[in-house]
């Protein structure tokens, strides 16, 4: 009987201690798990950042769509109206980025006064809508003076470059081209310190801007892009369901 006993509660101790070692080993690979799960979404994210920045480059290439996995629908509308602010909003009547393209159209940009009014006109746009004044304004040589470094600055931007391929940019490029050269807008090329650069004559000026006008984006387009984008980044709460009567 004692002998009975004795096995018995060994055999309780091995099936225990059995358990134990198995619970102990559950535990161990749920951490395991769990750790490797955490190593992969930290390696996802780094990938993810350095192939599409941080912040997020746009427009949104479909590789950092994929990457971003279910947030990448949600990603793709996010840049599809960030690009849309850019086309509404780049080419406005008193944009920086108007006045350059006027100048280039003109053939007057790398002239000193050219230059000068540029520079100015795209340092009081701080928070420019146009990603090429953006990329003009990171270029410290480019603040400086420098066209050349403001060209590069250009080239080496993929949103600059998006934005300059895009074909309502191009299509409003050539119609800034084109009334440029109209007769109501042929004038003198500027010389330092003129106090009208568009025309020595008033009455030829307003034609001259009238014309330019017409390639332009409103600025109730502008705004109109700006508010989908802010709803879209923003939407309103959603007001509690009303108590049930």
Same mark, same amino acid.
């Given at each position: 009987?004692?002998?009975a006993l ?12 059995? =358990?134990? =070692? ?5 535990s ?9 799960a955490?190593?992969a ?5 780094a990938d993810?950042?350095?192939r ?6 746009f ?7 994929r ?7 949600? @990603?793709?509308?996010? =840049?599809?109206?960030?690009? +849309? ?15 350059r393209?006027? @100048? ?7 002239t ?6 540029i ?7 701080q928070?420019?809508?146009s *990603?090429?004044?953006?990329?003009d @304004?990171?270029?410290? &040589?480019?603040?400086a003076g420098? +066209? ?8 080496? &931007? !993929?949103s600059?470059?998006?934005?300059? &391929? ?9 119609c ?10 042929? +004038? ?6 003129? +106090?009208?650069?568009?025309?020595d004559?008033?009455a030829?000026?307003? &034609?001259c801007?009238?014309i ?10 502008c705004a ?10 923003? !939407?309103?709460?959603?007001? *509690?369901?009303?108590?049930?009567q």
């Amino acid at each position: 009987m004692r002998a009975a006993l004795i096995i018995s509660f060994l055999l309780v101790s091995i099936v225990a201690t059995f =358990g134990c =070692g198995s619970s102990a080993k559950k535990s161990e690979a749920e951490a395991a798990r769990k750790q490797a799960a955490q190593k992969a979404a930290i390696d996802q994210r780094a990938d993810f950042t350095k192939r599409c920045g941080d912040p997020i480059h746009f427009p949104i290439s479909d590789e950092c769509v994929r990457l971003a996995g279910p947030d990448g629908p949600s @990603l793709r509308r996010q =840049g599809d109206l960030t690009v +849309a602010v850019w086309r509404a909003c780049s080419l406005t009547p008193s944009s920086a980025e108007t006045i350059r393209q006027e @100048l280039v159209a003109k053939g007057s940009a790398q002239t000193a006064v050219g230059q000068k009014m540029i520079g100015e006109m795209e340092r009081t746009e701080q928070h420019s809508d146009s *990603p090429c004044v953006v990329a003009d @304004l990171r270029d410290l &040589d480019c603040v400086a003076g420098n +066209a050349e470094a403001c060209g590069a600055a250009r080239s080496a &931007d !993929p949103s600059c470059v998006a934005w300059m &391929d895009d074909n309502d940019t191009q299509s409003r490029l050539r119609c800034i081209e084109r009334a440029v050269h109209d007769p109501a807008c042929t +004038a003198k090329p500027p010389e330092e310190g003129a +106090a009208n650069y568009f025309s020595d004559s008033p009455a030829q000026a307003e &034609d001259c801007r009238r014309i330019e006008k017409a390639c332009l984006h409103t600025f109730d387009e502008c705004a109109n892009a700006k508010d989908a984008l802010e709803l879209f980044l923003r !939407p309103p709460k959603t007001p *509690p369901p009303a108590p049930a009567q």
